[in-house]
Structures are given as C-alpha cells and as structure tokens.
C-alpha cells in the first residue's frame, strides 16, 4: 500500500543557485499529501547542505548523497525509493506553481488514469513564454486509441519529460531497462525513463493546462551543444524500436519507413548543430560526422530503410551532402546559410 499519494523526486547535482526555490515551491503546494525525495548525485557545491538542511526542518523530505552516476541512474534510483502511488519529477533548477498537485489529485481521481501529462513551458530570466500544447482541450487515451498517443510522442517533443507527468509508482518500478548500461545517456534520458510506462499503461489523460517553470539557461544553447549527443540519441531510438514498435504499424502500415525517416531528420538536426557550433575545430566536426555514420543504428537501421524523397527538402539536402562524405562543403553551405539567416 502507498503511503502518500505523490512522491515528488528531485534529482540534484550542483543546483544551489536555483535549489531552494525549487523545494520550496513543491514544499507550499495547496495539496500536502506527499513526501519528497532530494537525490543528490555526487553535487561538488553546497547543494548536498541544502538538502541536508531542508531535511532537518520537514519530515516528508528524504535525502540520499550518491557518487555521481548521471541523471538517468539517478531517477531510476529515486523511483526505487519512491513509496508514492504517484511518482512526478522536478528537476532541482525549475519550481511548481503552487496548485500543480491539487489540480493533479483532481484529475487523477476524476480520471483513475495510469499517466496524467500536463503542459509546460521555459522560463527566460524570470518570464514564462507562452507555449502551444499539442492538443487545445483534455484527451483521454486508452484501447486502440493509445496508438494516436503513440504517434504524437514519436514526433514532439512536448511528451519527453518526466516533470510534466503523474505516473503510477509500480509502472516505473517495473521497468527492466538496465539503469548503468544506459548511463551515458545525457540527451533523451527523459524519453527513455517514459517509454516502459507509456507502453504499459492502460489508460493515458492529457490536460494543456501548466503548473511547472521549466528554466532555460545559456548553457543550453546549440551553440554548445555536445557533439557526442549522437550517442545518446542513437541509444534511444534504438531502444524505441527493439522494444516498442518494431513489428508493429504504430506509425502506420510502414512504420519502420517512418521511424526511419524521423531518426535521419534527427541525425542531419543533430549533424547541423555539430557543423554550427563555434567550439570545435573543422577536423573536430568532420571527425564526429564520420563516427556518426559509421554508428551502428545509422548503418543498420537509418540508411537501409531511409527513403530520402520522405524527408523534408532541407534536411534531403544535409542528408545528400552527408551521405556521400562531401563534409567540408557540407560545413561551408551550413557557414553561408547561418549568414545569409543573419
């Protein structure tokens, strides 16, 4: 049996600029019925005091320091600690508005759902940006309908995180993904943490309502994104398919000519970032492209079943360039594009 309704897990590391926020906007919600879990993953700033020290002053707050393990590991470690009938996330930079869990409870009862998604969007310097959800009204997705669920979440990204879902505790706790073997996963540790949950849950409610401050930092801009991300993305997306929908016309009748599709446009978007961002040498970016095409994911599943009309023209165009090794001219037109944008 549970003992709260809702254990709110906040994995930590290195957040004492924003943390007291964060535990503070979960500590005065309306609805009181849960405890939290600070996971600190190995923070080398006072963030590991902080938890400390909420700890000593609120009983429903449990904190574990752990040697740092990644992000991935570290949910997976809060989920096995969790003792919620709900599990929700935060991540230790971003704060709740402060009914997020009264109207979640609501729903919840009112629905007697698996998965409750609410809506979210960034927070720049202070200001909410005003965002569009995927869908204008409440959708409720169970049966055969699950499958337009299934679609939407292969294609945006607004399904990807774990802070804008309510989950039913023993869905994530059975999950067998091997938490170390998924470890280096930086990119998409979100979406793989969803996948096992989403695909086992009989009855799936979506509100465009939001109650959570997603923080955007500078640190975050592609101009510094990290050229491994392939890694990370590949890891997924091969996790997707030998798991969920290979086999299957989630997609439709030719799903794996789909699934191909939106994995190379997610390469060459990736394969863009690289050439774009203003820290690597040349021979840094076309040594990464290379090992890009030479990923196992990419040789044996992207370009076997890739039908290159399928993708939009702007990414047939990166993808030819790509595809034939042409990577100093595909680094110059990416140059000459970025100047004529400017």
């Not at 009914?99 to 698996?114: F, I, K, M």
């Not at 995180?161 to 993904?177: A, P």
């Not at 939009?312 to 595909?330: A, C, G, I, N």
């Amino acid at each position: 049996m549970s003992n709260v309704k809702f254990t709110v897990n906040v994995p930590v590391y290195n957040a004492e600029k924003y943390l007291r926020e964060c535990v503070d906007s979960i500590l005065n919600q309306t609805f009181t019925d849960f405890k939290i879990n600070l996971v600190n993953d190995g923070s080398t700033d006072s963030s590991g005091a902080i938890c400390d020290e909420y700890a000593s002053k609120d009983s429903r707050i449990n904190v574990y320091h752990n040697e740092n393990q990644g992000s991935f590991a570290t949910r997976v470690f809060a989920v096995n600690h969790s003792d919620g009938e709900y599990c929700v996330f935060c991540d230790s930079d971003d704060y709740y508005d402060k009914g997020y869990l009264e109207r979640a409870n609501e729903l919840l009862d009112e629905e007697n759902c698996d998965i409750l998604y609410f809506f979210h969007e960034p927070v720049y310097d202070g200001v909410r940006k005003k965002g569009i959800p995927h869908w204008s009204e409440k959708r409720v997705f169970e049966g055969d309908g699950k499958n337009e669920f299934y679609t939407a979440m292969m294609t945006s990204a607004d399904f990807n995180s774990l802070n804008t879902k309510f989950v039913k505790t023993e869905l994530y706790k059975n999950d067998t993904l091997d938490a170390k073997k998924y470890s280096f996963v930086k990119n998409g540790d979100d979406f793989l943490q969803s996948l096992y949950p989403v695909f086992n849950a009989q009855k799936i409610v979506f509100v465009p309502e939001c109650y959570y401050n997603y923080r955007m930092h500078s640190e975050s801009l592609t101009h510094k994104i990290n050229p491994n991300i392939y890694n990370s993305i590949f890891a997924v997306r091969s996790v997707i398919w030998d798991n969920y929908i290979g086999g299957t016309n989630i997609l439709g009748e030719n799903t794996k000519r789909v699934f191909a599709m939106r994995s190379a446009r997610s390469a060459m978007n990736i394969v863009k970032l690289i050439a774009q961002n203003e820290t690597l040498s040349d021979e840094e970016k076309i040594e990464t492209f290379r090992k890009i095409h030479d990923h196992e994911f990419y040789k044996n599943f992207i370009e076997p079943n890739l039908i290159k009309s399928d993708l939009e023209k702007k990414w047939q165009f990166v993808y030819e360039l790509f595809s034939r090794h042409s990577y100093k001219m595909l680094l110059s037109t990416v140059r000459m594009l970025g100047k004529i944008k400017k």
